[in-house]
């Protein structure tokens, strides 16, 4: 071999080694090693072959040696020095291991497939579902009762409809035939909006049974136009801790509860009404101010006439919120509290429970929170609601519900 | 229903393809040698990608099926808690049945309830089946027990499949529990009509709260016999609170109320009142003559009766504690002089009441000016307020007693769908899909001939 041949000579050797191999690999059906490996060439006169195929190096040489060799040999001369190598970090696979990597690829991907169908079919499924409300039933006992008495608790419809005008869920209410109609708040979305439908709403329920409308948080801000806490509340009507006026909130005029009040039913704003059922006296107390911050400061006198009061009485108290029973923790609130607002906390998990709400975050359960089902709160039922809402699609395994509670002696 | 099939058919395609598979090797497996199954065995592919992804779309179909399936089987456990049920008696003291948890009347109470629709008592009741959770034997004493645990069991048939199965459950429960209290406890209500007192005569109105403290009495006394140290959370007993209302009923009724209507005869309808007293002594009279007639014909007889005839008899019998003593039996002359008393006694009443209404006509008849008329009728208020004062804090008591002993009366819990149960059964599931697919796709490994 001419050691002194010139650079520009060297430097097309490879190109022209790779020519020479793949006419030969064609003539001998070896396509498969065309383009498998480099050719380096070291100080002028050695070469090497660098692997870089997908199959064994082992094979690579088995197959292809000779054939490199005698392509090398016509390039550079016979007796020219190489070794083949494999590329450094080049992964080298069997034709099984291959074969396997697909099935997990379509194995993977097909799992992915039917995770999404089945998703995609719970979602869709929750969705018709929650088109129609289920009927939740409790117990609850008391001494203060001689014969059983209905409530039906509606909450946080935010202006659902079930059937043309409600029509559907008036009938079924009219059907359990309940003694007491309770609404805990968020029947609308937007008061100004929404007037008609609420008072078509409650012209139905006044039919049924005497009914009760506590606002929630969606008809208070909406009326009140500013959140009903204690530092909005101090700031609106110029209050301090020595001056407060818990009737100052209740004076405001509200055209809503006019136009409530005039469908036949009664709107209760830090109040109670009293009514007959049966031979039992009830009274049910209304909460406006349900936000813990002014729960005391602007209900406190309200809230100790109506436990104090008449204590043989039957007592319902009405909230939208549950975040005064998670905060305080009296003698007694009432013999009988419903709440609605968590919407039971959207998504219902197996196992875990209620998956979120605004307040509690993600499984609100966990930290205590009282967010769907049957509480005890200071020795007397709370039932939270999960509401009648039913436009949500992440409102998961939590159909819309319509409450039943039936009050006996035992 | 259609759930039920479709589960049922993947289980059953699952099960022919396992069966037929398993055949399939069990005839081909002559015609391999020793080294040829146990190659096929080793070499088959066991995570082969199309055996996984079968399996757990089966899986998931059938999980879902299986879901609606569960759905349609509820069960509860109805305790009894009060201290009779393990006698297995009803808190009267009657005989307990489970049976009556499904009954016709509770069952039609629960469809009322519940509000439920297209569905008949009986198509219900036939969802409804009823045991004791612990059932003993009636080999020897030992095996005997006495459940107060009962579970009611509920599975959805085709006519009932359109209700939630969970809240059938619920309330069969809760009308099962109605229906209890109102057949078998105590019940307390009030009388919430106030009578017009207007339009009663004054001695009537008397007589009309002494019949309603005697009401309260008697319940005092009824339930202080019960449990004569029960203590009510306002610190009193039943005793303790008769012993008001009888104070009550002997000042302000019998003495204060009665007396000033009596010393001033005060009566709304002078006439008519006098005519009706009038009337009714004359009946009370004729009572009177009946009874002496008969009291002086008892006498009579009891002349008339042999001597021979009124000696003693003696019959051997024995006491509670089984000793035996010589007992007297009684002969006709005893039953006769029995009678005379009787009698004599009812004379004696009739007199009285004659006595007394006389008193009344004399006392209306001699002063006969309505001068107290508002003192009694202020005094008639304060009373009826106290009447029902006591009746209240009667029945107040009798609850809080009740509450006690019933101890909730009847507890209920309500199993639904267990997730982990259905966890569990999707694992079976799929590792039976598994076996299966896996079984067929070695199956075909094997050669049909040698």
Known sequence: MDKKRNFREIEKYPDKIKELFDEVIRDESLDMWADTFDIEIIDGEKIEVIYHGTESIKSFKKECKKILASCIYSVMGVGTKFKISQKRGAIVLSAETRKNIKALKFFVIGMVFVCIATAVIVVMCNYIGNRNFRETFYSVSSIKVDSSIRVIQLSDLHGSSYGKNNTKLLKRVEALEPDIIICTGDMVDSVKEETDYAVNLAKGLSGIAPTYYVYGNNEAEDIYDFPLNEKELDNKFGFNKDNRDETALLKLKDPYEEKLEGAGIKVLKNEKDTIKVKTMTVDVYGVLTSNPSCFWSYSENAFGSY????????????????????????????????????????????????LFTVEGGLFPERSGDFVYGRYDASGRPLIVSSGLENSNVFRINNQPELVVIDINKF | MFT??????????????????????????????RAERTQIFKTAEYLNAWIILICFVTTIVYGIFNHFELKKTVHAIVSLNYSEASQALNSNGTRYNMAEIICDEVVERAIKKGALEDVTVKQLKNCLVVYPCVQGGVGDESQYHISTEFAVQYYASKDTAHLDSENVIKLITSSY???????????????????????????????????????????????????????????????????????????????????????????????????????????????RQKNEASYRLCNEAIDMYSEEMTRVVLVPTWDQAGKYYMGRTKVGVDELSVMATNFSNYVASNEKEIMDNNLVIDKIASTGQDTQISSVDTLIDSIYESVKGFEKEAITAGREYSRHRMNQCIAVSIYGISIMGELKTLILFAAFVYVSLVLHHISKKFPKKA
């Open chain 2, 177 to 287: 529990k109605e229906y209890y209290i109102e057949k078998y406890t105590d019940n307390f209500s009030l009388d919430p009509e106030k009578p017009d007192f207007t339009q009663m005569e004054y001695m009537d109105i008397v007589s009309y709260f002494e019949k309603e403290t005697q009401a309260i009495l008697n319940y005092l006394y009824g339930m202080s016999e019960k449990n004569p140290s029960f203590v009510t959370e306002n610190g009193s007993t039943f005793n303790s609170i008769a012993g008001k209302v009888y104070q009550f009923k002997e000042t302000q009724i019998d003495q204060n109320l009665r007396s000033l209507i009596l010393q001033n005869g005060i009566v709304r309808d002078r006439d008519e009142y006098v005519d009706r007293l009038s009337y009714q002594n004359k009946n009370v009279d004729f009572d």
């Open chain 1, 307 to 354: 436990v104090n009061e008449n204590k043989d009485n039957f007592k319902i108290m009405a909230v939208h919120e549950p975040f005064i029973f998670e905060e305080f923790n009296p003698d007694f609130w009432g013999d009988l509290m419903v709440c609605g607002h968590t919407h039971g906390g959207v998504t219902r998990v197996p196992v875990l429970g209620p």
């Open chain 2, 4 to 33: 039920d099939i479709l589960q049922k058919l993947i289980i059953l395609t699952v099960g022919i393809i396992f069966v037929s598979s398993a055949a399939i090797i069990f005839f081909r497996q002559k015609n391999v040698n």
